[in-house]
């Protein structure tokens, strides 16, 4: 992109509020203020005292679309904004460099900065008004979430479990704070030690652990050869250590590797008890080869329906939770249908329109019993009762 076009995009969307303010007074006040450059805006927080605080968005972020429409036209956010901060709001992906500059991994960031341009603190995620008030004046007054995360490894004391969450915070604000070194030692840490021996950190080890370790090793690549040779040390004990297929296969899928994992499935015994944990990791690529039988081996369908009654059970209002479950739900019933499992297929079946039986849901579990062979397992839905998400 040209700098100046650069610029000038920068410039216009700072300006925006005060001009659309001046056009229509019926447009909610905004914190936000209209400054030519950064550069300008650090020279005013130097003169009014104050600091620069900066939200980092996305056009397409959800959770920064929610903060537009509650918490930065929450009145007290605006008054503390402006009292304390020149408030911006940068689009990361427009501006490039000052958005890595702040190690913005994720959106929204809402960045606290000196007006020497060093970084106060950053928090990643959507939080509402009273949320954001409390963790803005604990960085201001010195609290920031990395000196909160340092305070509570040294609190943690010899309990695993505290332990296992306290370093992993740190771990994740060391990273945002662009100290890889610092966070991979933390995060290898709770691989190895911590979340192994805490038992209610075992799916998180295998999945958000993992998740933010490759994550780290995109712009940090000691973080993928740490993953790397684990990986290794579990392919080593495959045989003998039922955990290490679980740590394989979830090391190959946060690498992006999958096809590693693949490659170990087809080489056990049908009759391996191995089959299930590695088979978890590439059912979504068995699935795709039409490779039925075998994919309803990988997911047995009486657990994964135990599983899925749990998950409905618990009637959450969230729709990234239902998408999940439908969509997973239905991945199981073309498994079990093309595989020949009718029977099972049609449990599977029943319980999922019960929970969900919407024209978007419908129209998935279709697609899905089309390409197993079987459109005739669909059941009337008016003989289906109301899904509970309706009462």
Known sequence: MNPKA???????ASLLPTLAAAVDPDIPPTPFRAVSSFKEALKLADQEHKIVFVDFFTTWCEPCKRLDKDTWQDPSVIALLKEKSIALKVDAERHVAMAK????????TLALIRPDGTLIDSLVGYRNAPTFKGEFTDALAGRTKFAQAREAVEKAGVDLEKQAKAR???GRELSQRGENAEALTEFLWCFDVGMKQAPSYGGVRVSFLLLDIAELGARYPPALDALRARREGARARLSDDPSAAVEFGGINHYL?????????????PADSSKREALGFWVFDILLEAKRYDEAATASPAAKFKAGFDRMRAARTPNDSMR???VKSAAKEVEAL?????????????????????????TS???DHLKRAGHPDLMPNLSSVPTPQSAH
């Open 6 to 12: 650069s610029v000038c995009s920068f410039m216009l």
């Open 101 to 108: 500059h702040y190690n913005v991994n994720a959106y929204p």
């Open 168 to 170: 992993y915070d740190l």
């Open 256 to 268: 992006g590797e999958d096809n590693v994992t693949l490659e170990a499935f087809e080489k056990l």
């Open 323 to 325: 998408g999940y479950l």
């Open 337 to 361: 249908a093309g595989s020949g499992k009718l029977d099972d297929a049609r449990d599977l079946l029943k319980a999922l329109l019960e929970y969900d039986h919407s024209d978007v849901t």
């Open 364 to 366: 998935v579990v279709q």
